[in-house]
């Protein structure tokens, strides 16, 4: 089964946010439409996170802030061993955890 993660579109004035905001920020609508999150992007930023929780089997987790080219920013994790700021990458969905309750999905992102 192929898992997603979703940005959300304002059906009143098309704005996309990711996470989902209950109200837009821009037009203060209240109703959105799922939009696929994919394609590549640019890293703006990132950060090699070391305390993780306790069921964490890694030592560390390197999280980015990535640009997709139509302008969205979203956060995820970031499979790269030599990143670079302004970095093309490519969007993937694959677990980023995998606790006592099953594998979480989430946001990847590896270089072009």
């Known amino acids: 089964m192929s898992e997603k993660v979703y940005a959300f579109r304002c059906t009143t004035c098309g704005t996309v946010s990711y996470p989902k905001h209950v109200i837009c920020p821009k037009c203060r609508g209240e109703t959105f439409e799922p939009m696929e999150i994919a394609g590549e992007g640019a890293v703006l930023t990132y950060t090699d996170v070391y305390a993780?929780?306790?069921?964490?089997?890694?030592?560390?987790?390197?999280?980015?802030i990535v640009e997709l080219d139509g302008g969205l920013r979203v956060t995820g994790q970031l499979l790269d061993e030599d990143p670079k700021v302004g970095g093309r990458v490519r969007t993937t969905v694959g677990v980023?955890?995998?606790?006592?309750?099953?594998?979480?999905?989430?946001?990847?992102?590896?270089?072009?």
């Open 96 to 112: 980023v955890r995998e606790p006592a309750g099953g594998p979480i999905h989430g946001l990847q992102f590896v270089p072009v």
């Open 52 to 64: 993780l929780a306790v069921d964490y089997e890694t030592r560390y987790l390197r999280l980015a």
